[in-house]
């Protein structure tokens, strides 16, 4: 199985910050890798497939970057709504794995 | 709209069975793959299953494989899960999301979009 790290597990941040997660594979995943958004209580909300394209209607400050098997998610002002926890997502091979998430909390 | 629900979440004695149901609506139930995922209370998302979108391959998370079985009923654009032999670590709140596909230069890709509320399944005594 393929799996997932995430660093760090968790960030402070204020509005306006830059903000970089990583996510590794544990092989060579190419390019299928997905980032989602999920705030508490709610389902999860795609961002980001195939390492670097943004989903229609995500707000352009949201990029990815990667291939292989290294990826990262910029944000590149952080939001007062961008508080929330990231996941990156594998769809390479089954199983799909998901990484630990990583938690961005306001400073 | 494009919507997923799910319902049939519940309290459950360990050992015992569950069906969870999805009802899609909005958008062509019988040309996607759908998926489960769960997440433990204050935990991450756990991938749990996928079935394609003409229903003929299945795949399985080793630690539910035998115990959890996906479905779905094209007819009702309904997907499910059942749930036997229920453990206290199967606790979750349990979501369906729908596999889309679109395209890059570098060829084709998948993601989960939408997803369902969730719904809770406890397992306890």
């Known amino acids: 199985d393929i799996q997932m790290t995430q660093s760090p597990s968790s960030l402070s941040a204020s509005v306006g910050d830059r903000v970089t997660i990583t996510c590794r594979a544990s092989?060579?995943?190419?390019?299928?890798l997905n980032w989602y958004q999920q705030k508490p209580g709610k389902a999860p909300k795609v961002l980001i497939y195939a390492a670097s394209s943004l989903l229609s209607g995500v707000p352009s400050r949201f990029s990815g970057s990667g291939s292989g098997t290294d990826f990262t998610l910029t944000i590149s002002s952080l939001q007062p709504e961008d508080f929330a926890t990231y996941y990156c997502?594998?769809?390479?091979?089954?199983?799909?794995?998901f990484g630990p998430g990583t938690k961005v909390d306001i400073k | 709209q494009v919507q997923l629900v799910e319902s049939g979440g519940g309290v459950v004695q360990p050992g015992r069975s569950l069906r969870l149901s999805c009802a899609a609506s909005?958008?062509?139930?019988?040309?996607?793959?759908m998926h489960w995922v769960r997440q433990a209370p204050g935990k991450g998302l756990d991938w749990v299953a996928v079935v394609s979108h003409d229903g003929t391959k299945k795949y399985y998370a080793d630690s539910v494989k035998g115990r959890l079985t996906i479905s779905r009923d094209d007819s009702k654009n309904t997907l499910y899960l059942q749930l036997n032999s229920l453990r206290p670590e199967d606790t979750a709140v349990y979501y369906c999301?729908?596999?889309?596909?679109?395209?890059?230069?570098?060829?084709?890709?998948?993601?989960?979009?939408?997803w369902g509320q969730g719904t809770l399944v406890t397992v306890s005594s």
């Open positions: 997502l594998q769809t390479y091979t089954t199983p799909i794995t």
């Open positions: 999301a729908r596999e889309d596909v679109g395209a890059t230069s570098a060829g084709s890709f998948n993601w989960f979009d939408p």
């Open positions: 092989q060579s995943i190419n390019s299928y």
């Open positions: 909005g958008f062509t139930f019988s040309s996607y793959a």
